[in-house]
Nanobody, 116 residues
Framework: VQLQASGGGLVQAGGSLRLSCAAS????????MGWYRQTPGKERELVAS???????NYLDSVKGRFAISRDNARNTVYLQMNSLKVEDTAVYYC???????????WGQGTQVTVSS
């Protein structure tokens, strides 16, 4: 499974960005897709995830500001990030989980930088 992420960049605090991630290379159902982020010296953390049935999960600090959505037909997941804060600065990684083969797949990471 290949994951191609896009949409990162530099934005001022209070601004918005939209991340996209398209999965390809599998005929298996992708049970869950999500976004993680990581900053230097810290562990990667889950930002938001969505199942193939539409159930979502969010990191507490992004609730009400970020929205994850998914296009199952295109195997694509989106993360709309609004009211961005400096502390949202990180490398964001797309994740796809296929339970049938008990495996996670990762995208290449996209940098999100929020300036004050």
């Amino acid at each position: 499974v290949q994951l191609q992420a896009s949409g990162g960049g530099l934005v001022q605090a209070g601004g918005s960005l939209r991340l996209s991630c398209a999965a390809s290379g599998t005929r298996l159902s992708i049970d869950e897709m999500g976004w993680y982020r990581q900053t230097p010296g810290k562990e990667r953390e889950l930002v938001a995830s969505v199942t193939d049935r539409g159930s979502t999960n969010y990191l507490d600090s992004v609730k009400g500001r970020f929205a994850i959505s998914r296009d199952n037909a295109r195997n694509t997941v989106y993360l709309q990030m609004n009211s961005l804060k400096v502390e949202d600065t990180a490398v964001y990684y797309c994740n796809a989980r296929i339970l049938f083969i008990v495996q996670d797949f990762w995208g290449q990471g996209t940098q999100v930088t929020v300036s004050s």
